[in-house]
């Protein structure tokens, strides 16, 4: 699997429009470009560790991350979440699953949609808003 032209692309619009302004405007447009720069790691982590065997710890090494920080990012991708653990975690064991549906054809579980990233919600309006 190759790296998603649409979303690399994506990524690349969003630091062009950043780039056209001041740092408060270009703001939104810069978590714009982290925000698929995340899903274009997290999908290279998923294509790591089930279709080139990559265990998480050096996966997650090779992308800057703790081991722990793996299994929720892999649990956000499309290829994963079938897999993902009520905590919303990859585990080793479900890594080894998807490999097996991966290798026999097998479709994955039935069910859980990825899980959107964290994000900071404010407990109360501020001024302004």
Known sequence: MSIDPALLQALRDALA??????????LPHLREAADRLAELIDGQLAEAVVHQ?????????????????????????????????DDGRVTAAAVERARYDAETGAPPPAGKPAAAPMRFKPRRPTKGS
């Open 17 to 26: 429009a950043a780039e056209q302004h001041e740092a408060d405007e270009a």
């Open 53 to 85: 065997r990559a265990s998480l710890r050096s996966a997650g090494q090779k992308a800057g991350l703790s081991e722990n920080a793996v299994g929720p990012r892999l649990a956000r991708t499309p290829a994963l979440a079938p897999y993902a653990n």
